[in-house]
């Protein structure tokens, strides 16, 4: 069997998303399965932490790659990374299902074609309408 070295790497930095949303490592956990099941990926373990006085980190590995988010509740932000190899699971669909549920007022996105040689960079469409 041959394997594709394709991928695509969807980040996203989010600003204006509620404290207590980005405070919350259990719920970001239940948010980001949610959103490798929205794009078709393959959950393979979760793992979260709760930081003291704020802040949570949440990772998805996937059979494709990973999902993750790491917050700043006292600032309204959120980094959300979300890479996957091969051609059928689409990172831009966990990424915009996770906007669609934290509502930031900003959204700053770029995604990395990677695998093919030189990465290309590109700022991709949000579509986060699809869940809401």
């Not at 949303?21 to 979260?48: D, I, R």
């Amino acid at each position: 069997m041959e394997y594709s070295t394709f991928g695509r790497h969807v980040a996203v930095d989010t600003w204006g998303v509620d404290f207590d949303l980005l405070n919350n490592a259990e719920y970001l956990q239940t948010q980001l399965v949610e959103a490798a099941e929205a794009c078709g990926a393959t959950v393979l373990s979760v793992q979260s932490k709760q930081f003291e006085p704020q802040g949570a980190t949440v990772l998805v590995m996937l059979s494709e790659s990973h999902l993750s988010i790491h917050t700043y509740p006292e600032r309204g932000f959120a980094a959300i990374d979300c890479y996957t190899c091969g051609e059928t699971v689409d990172p831009q669909l966990a990424i915009d299902y996770l906007v669609s549920v934290l509502k930031p007022e900003r959204t700053y996105a770029k995604k990395l074609i990677r695998g093919l040689g030189e990465m290309e960079v590109v700022t991709p469409d949000m579509n986060v309408k699809q869940f809401v």
